[in-house]
């Protein structure tokens, strides 16, 4: 017969509802990112196709770590992360991809919406999150960083120097 054990941890920080919410959102779009950036990669044809099926890659390898370290972050902060197929289908923010093949060109710009609607995301919630954990505002930080730079470099394939919108900001 075993012995039930009442098992009582006393953590220095416990997540509110409110940052729980947002690293689920947050989990839940980079699940989606890996998602869309794993069928963008499988049907994608046209010039530059290597590349750009290369390139995909590094988006759903960033996409899994983030991912990762996001679900790990909920459940040091004791919040459950869920990225279950039915929750992510449900509550993600990304712009929807194209089932069939696709040409290279409209995949940079469908995986680079994916990007943004990511680093949106994070931007959205970051004062939220820093105001109650700096720790994982600095995680936000560190996302941004790689999600933002993977943007820049996907959709400079499809920008026209001097005329693609937005335009550079000149210092």
Known sequence: M????KHTSHPAF???PRLAGHLQ???VDLTDLHLQ?????WNVVGKNFRDTHLVL???VDAAREFSDTIAERMRAVYATP?????TVA???SLPAVAADEIDTADTVDAITAALYAVAGTARRIHDDVDAEDPTTADMLHAILERIEQLAWLIDSENRVANSSIPRPVNA
């Open 82 to 86: 869920d990225a279950r197929s039915a």
């Open 14 to 16: 416990q997540a509110s």
């Open 25 to 27: 959102q947050m989990l």
């Open 57 to 59: 890659d590094e988006v």
């Open 2 to 5: 075993s012995k039930t054990l």
């Open 90 to 92: 449900e509550q993600s």
């Open 37 to 41: 950036g794993k069928q963008l990669h």
